[in-house]
């Protein structure tokens, strides 16, 4: 699979291989993460969430893992699909309830 | 209940113009959260309302913008004397505490000309 290290606007792979999108948050305190997928002309969808007490999450096809230490949050997508293309969004919940966002990440995923 | 609501889509105006948009949440939630998005960024947070009471407002939300929620239901979201600069998606999303994650309707793209 790709992985990339530090955050890229752009990530490309073939399909069927791994993703790993990367994310740096900012507030040591907030206490919930989530990532988002938004494709061209639509909403940002919920893919999946972690909170603070724990270190990993899997979904389907997805897995989270969140890193308090250097505050960083990455999401891997296991053999990913075409219609896995989109841009990819970590999101922070600060402690008044709103969503801050990250830089988004453009997968692309080539046939 | 199909999930966020929003109307209109698109709205094209000409600047000066006042504009409104709605946000209908998924029915039981009772936190509605606005939002504005321009093209390569992540959404930037403008306010939310936990029922009717508008709890937080950013500083992004200059005086010609207005939000209510009167009945905590729907919201509107009003821009008066519109600008270039505003033109961006506009979203809504809804949650209620305890929920996980925050659900995002389709949001209305703004273009002044």
């Known amino acids: 699979g790709e992985s990339v290290g530090l955050h890229l606007p752009t990530l490309s792979v073939q399909e069927g291989d791994n993703s790993i999108i990367n994310c740096a948050y900012s507030n040591s305190a907030s206490d919930y993460f989530i990532w988002y997928k938004q494709e061209s002309g639509k909403g940002p969808q919920f893919i999946i969430d972690?909170?603070?007490?724990?270190d990993k999450r899997q979904g389907q096809r997805v897995t989270v893992l969140l890193n308090k230490t250097v505050k960083h949050l990455s999401l891997q997508i296991a053999a990913t699909q075409p219609g896995d293309s989109a841009v990819y969004f970590c999101?922070?919940?600060?402690?008044?309830?709103?969503?801050?966002f990250g830089q988004g990440t453009t997968l692309q995923v080539k046939p | 209940d199909t999930g966020v609501s929003q109307d209109p889509r698109h709205k094209i105006t000409k600047r000066g113009q006042n504009v409104t948009f709605r946000c209908d949440p998924i029915?039981?939630?009772?936190?509605l959260y606005w939002y504005r998005q321009t093209l390569g960024q992540g959404p930037e947070f403008l306010t939310y309302f936990q029922n009717e009471a508008q709890l937080e407002k950013s500083r992004l939300l200059s005086d010609r913008f207005s939000a209510e929620r009167p009945k905590g239901s729907f919201s509107t979201l009003e821009i008066q004397r519109t600008e270039q600069g505003d033109s961006a998606m506009y979203l809504c999303a809804s949650t209620q505490p305890g929920l996980s994650g925050y659900t995002f309707g389709s949001g209305t793209r703004l273009t002044v000309v």
């Open positions: 999101a922070e919940n600060s402690n008044t309830g709103k969503l801050i």
């Open positions: 029915s039981e939630h009772n936190r």
């Open positions: 972690i909170r603070s007490n724990m």
